[in-house]
């Protein structure tokens, strides 16, 4: 079972996005204030709740066109797919049947009827009928775990009753295994409790306690262990790392030691039919390398025997990320003059062998086309330094424009090209090419062949 696809209405910057999702990771990629925070909070009004509360969300979330009057209520609908038997029981009031003859499962949240402080009371229903309530079970078997940007993995690795760490003990220990930590840990008390050490501080407590209280009102003391049961144990157990405490840890590390228990407890988890992990910005303090690590690792999640599948929901702001993550996994998000639109690159169509040539030729410097308002395409090295000079020349800087400068080392344009247009990325894209015979490139209705020295100065005028 896995989230297939989110449409999400009258959120934010998010006037009608739908969005289309896979099993496994999904890496949503875009420019800053595009929506991707706005997108993991509406995941979030579903897939939360066990760790830490659903959003509450006010009239300020509303999203108002143009500046103008907020339009109507917020809502976000849900679809299930890859539904096993035991799915479409647990999911039975919110089933839909599929072209393919399969089920699908249809889940709403509507934010409707703001309060006098302008707090939005929720709804959440099965179908098409908002009178099939979503119940507590079916909740429960939506389990979600969010991170948060700029965390604090060290605060979610100390001990604690509800730590992921204690959790997983719990998950992963049966009866045997309890009752086995018990008498250890009751003989380890045993033990310490004939200590001199101990004992002579428990006389010298216990005396002046006896003095202080008197006969009648003093308490029996002890001094030994606190953690003599399971579960206290639990609640007091810590990692370290490279025989460091967690706090005394690189950041960067801590993050990823962090992601290791989630996902751990996630996969190892019974009692849900479907899970997710929600992470915002997952390389923060990451270095290159271990990006490419860290995504490598997310996208094939591996699979012990008894784990489950986890569903992975990364925003990121990395071209790392971006150019290793493979097409198939990118939700992209761009904003133009018909506000915020989606595009997945799963969707296009390529000509023989084109895909394959993106994919080699989508490094670190190329990916920045994601993140792009405007881009250029030049053929090599020369010519993006001589079209980056040809611009300063006029009193264009480039970078404050958002426009992306990007060699595609030859002819490869017509690997890159697919990703534009009314089922691509709705952004201005224009071709640079020198005076070597090639096909005229079909960009934007505009046929460039050989260019002249103007038309160079109108097409980094027009990307400006």
Known sequence: MYLAELTIKNFRKLRDAKLKFQPGLNVLVGPNNVGKSAVVDALRTLLAGHDEPYPRLDTSDRHRPNEGEPAGDITFHFVF?????????????ALKPCEDNTMEAHIHVRYTDADQT???????????HQEVALTSDMMENLRGVY???????????????????????HLLTDDDGRKTINDALKKLDDELQLNESLKSTHAAISSRHGLMMGEQLAQALAIGLTATDFQRLSARLSITAEALEIEQNGLGFNNLIFMAVVLSELAKNPDAAYRSLIVEEP?????PQLQR??????????????????????TSHSPNFASNSELEALVCLVENEAGVQTFFPRD??????????????????????????????????AELMLVDALAKLINLDLREYGVSLISVEGLNFD???PLFG???????????????????????????????????????????
């Open 81 to 93: 797919k890859g539904l096993s038997h035991e799915d479409e029981a647990d999911f039975i009031a």
């Open 283 to 287: 390389e923060a303090h990451l270095h």
């Open 293 to 314: 690590v860290l995504l490598r690792y997310l996208a094939s999640v591996p699979k012990s025997e008894g784990d489950k599948s986890v569903q992975l929901f990364v």
């Open 118 to 128: 302008g707090r939005f009371k929720v709804k959440r229903w099965c179908g098409d």
């Open 348 to 381: 296009i169509t390529f000509e023989k062998g084109k895909r394959e040539k993106l994919e080699r030729y989508l490094d670190v410097t190329r990916a920045e086309l994601f993140f792009a308002r405007r881009v250029i395409f030049v053929e090599g090295a």
């Open 422 to 464: 009314e089922k691509g990325l709705r952004i201005p894209v224009s071709v640079i090419t020198d005076a070597d015979p090639f096909e005229e490139v079909e960009i934007q209705g505009k046929a460039q062949g050989e260019l002249s020295d103007e038309v160079i100065e109108d097409l980094l005028a027009e990307a400006s």
């Open 415 to 417: 690997s890159f090209l």
């Open 147 to 169: 991170l948060q940007p700029l965390r604090d993995a060290a605060q979610g690795l100390r001990p604690s009753r509800n730590s992921q760490l204690a959790r997983l003990l």
